[in-house]
């Protein structure tokens, strides 16, 4: 199944590489990405999708939000 995340991350430089290492790290392809920027300079956000079941989702949602660039994770599911 495949997952959409939408993450608010601080803006600051290695914040994306961080999120992307952590999917790396544990064997996770990211199948698409898009960052942009927010009304707040300070924050970007994060759109992402990613395959995988209801297991794989909740360990990469908790492992996330444990980063400190990561503001806040919302998640959004297509069939």
Excluded: C, Y
């Amino acid at each position: 199944m495949q997952h959409t995340l939408s993450i608010l991350l601080q803006n600051e430089a290695g914040a994306l590489v961080r999120v992307a290492g952590l999917f790396a790290a544990r064997g996770h392809n990211i199948d698409t990405l898009s960052v942009a920027p927010t009304a707040d300079p300070a924050v970007s956000h994060l759109l992402l999708t990613v395959r995988g079941d209801n297991d794989v989702l909740t360990q990469i949602l908790q492992q996330t939000r444990k980063l400190v660039d990561v503001l806040q994770v919302q998640h959004a599911t297509h069939a």
